[in-house]
């Protein structure tokens, strides 16, 4: 899943889903004038939620003065610290994943993966992949908030597919 945005005079501003997401939360929770709650849920789907030309100009104003002041920045590193946590607790948990499965397979069951895990083991392996930390997942980089602003300057409105 990933997110296209096309602009009526530029193309696209292309992020996947993980890339998105941390922009798109902090345009939303920074930026005023974006639109109703509603408007606001349609930015993380690809239902094709249209962003008019002066939200847009606005957005790309207000996103800049937050680079300028320095907030992006601080706020990407606090994120990056974050994520950095978040893979260091996920690489246990992975670890604690593959002993299971090395339990699972000494069962002799061929090709089994943990969809089909005979009970206990397969809410042990719900368990343990329920302490993933997700935010593992979700980078934010000051690059790609200036990308964004950039596109919002030239789209002249853009649509969220």
């Known amino acids: 899943m990933g997110f296209d945005l096309e602009g009526e005079r530029q193309g696209y501003f292309r992020n996947n889903v993980w890339f998105w997401r941390p922009l798109c939360d902090y345009v939303l929770t920074n930026c005023d004038g974006v639109g109703t709650p509603e408007e606001q849920r349609s930015w993380h789907y690809n ?23 320095g907030k992006v920045k601080t706020h990407a590193e606090q994120l990056e610290k974050r994520r950095i946590a978040a893979e260091q607790h996920n690489e246990g948990v992975r670890k604690r994943l593959e002993a299971l ?51 919002c300057r030239k789209s002249g409105g853009f649509t969220i597919n």
Do not use: M
């Not at 809410?123 to 329920?130: G, I, K, N, T, V």
């Not at 997700?134 to 980078?139: L, S």
């Open 47 to 69: 239902d094709g939620h249209l962003v008019p030309s002066e939200v847009a100009e606005s957005i790309a104003d207000q996103l800049e003065a937050l680079v300028q002041a």
């Open 101 to 151: 499965g090395k339990e699972v397979d000494a069962l002799g069951i061929p090709n089994l993966i943990p969809g089909g895990y005979p009970q206990p083991y397969r809410d042990r392996w719900e368990y343990l992949y329920s302490l993933l930390d997700h935010d593992a997942d979700y980078p934010f980089s000051v690059e790609n908030v200036n990308t964004f602003i950039d596109f």
